[in-house]
Each structure stands twice: as structure tokens, then as C-alpha cells.
């Protein structure tokens, strides 16, 4: 069983940055692909940007060139890194492994609890 930890949220004003990280409590290869999805209050949960092992990333066009997902193999963490954030970016986000259901049966679908984001205007 593998344990996914965000840390990183907290309240900014808009226009500021965050960075957010999560850490994976071993290596495995269900952490090939990792992704950030967010939920606000009253919406699904959306998928914003995803890393694929070999080091390609994805972005939502709501987030597109303001976020930077990233990653550290050697100490299993993945981080998105959020710029010009703005009050409608307020949301939880979570960390989430095999995004694009790569392994079958939810083998490695693991997420984190989620950390607050808070954008004031």
C-alpha cells in the first residue's frame, strides 16, 4: 500500500504563487505517472496536470502556463509549482498516481488527502 501526502496549501492573495508537494511514502512503479487534480466547493473534481514517466507533462487550459507540475525520482516527490493564482484556483488539491489508469483495476490508483488552497481577491 502505498501512502500519497500534500503539503504546500494555504491562503495567498491573487496574483501570488504556491508550491505544492506530495510525497509518496516508497518507490513503485505504480508512481511512473503522477497527476494534481482539485475540487472546488460544489464542482467535480478536475484533472489540471499530469507527468508521465518519461517526463512529459499535461496541463488543463484552465491552468496552462501558470502551473508547472515536476517531479523527483530520487526522492519520490511530485510537485506543482502555481503562479498567478487566482480566486477561482481556490480549491482542495490532491495528489494522485496513475492518472490515466495505466494498471488495470485500480492497481495503482492511490491519492492523498489533500491540501486547501485558498485564493483571495
Known amino acids: 500500500q502505498i501512502q500519497l501526502a500534500e503539503s504546500g496549501g494555504g491562503l495567498v492573495q491573487a496574483g501570488g504563487s504556491l508550491r505544492l508537494s506530495c510525497a509518496a511514502s516508497?518507490?513503485?512503479?505504480?508512481?511512473?505517472?503522477m497527476a494534481w487534480h482539485r475540487q472546488a466547493p460544489g464542482k467535480e473534481r478536475e484533472l489540471i496536470a499530469y507527468?508521465?514517466?518519461?517526463?512529459?507533462?499535461h496541463y488543463a487550459d484552465s491552468v496552462k502556463g501558470r502551473f508547472t507540475i515536476s517531479r523527483d525520482n530520487a526522492t519520490n516527490m511530485v510537485y506543482l509549482q502555481m503562479n498567478s493564482l487566482r480566486p477561482e484556483d481556490t480549491a482542495v488539491y490532491y495528489c494522485?498516481?496513475?492518472?490515466?489508469?495505466?494498471?488495470?483495476?485500480?492497481?495503482?490508483?492511490?491519492w492523498g488527502q489533500g491540501t486547501q488552497v485558498t485564493v483571495s481577491s
Open positions: 507527468i508521465l514517466s518519461g517526463g512529459s507533462t
Open positions: 516508497a518507490g513503485t512503479i505504480c508512481l511512473s505517472d
Open positions: 494522485n498516481s496513475d492518472p490515466l489508469a495505466t494498471w488495470p483495476q485500480g492497481l495503482c490508483d492511490y
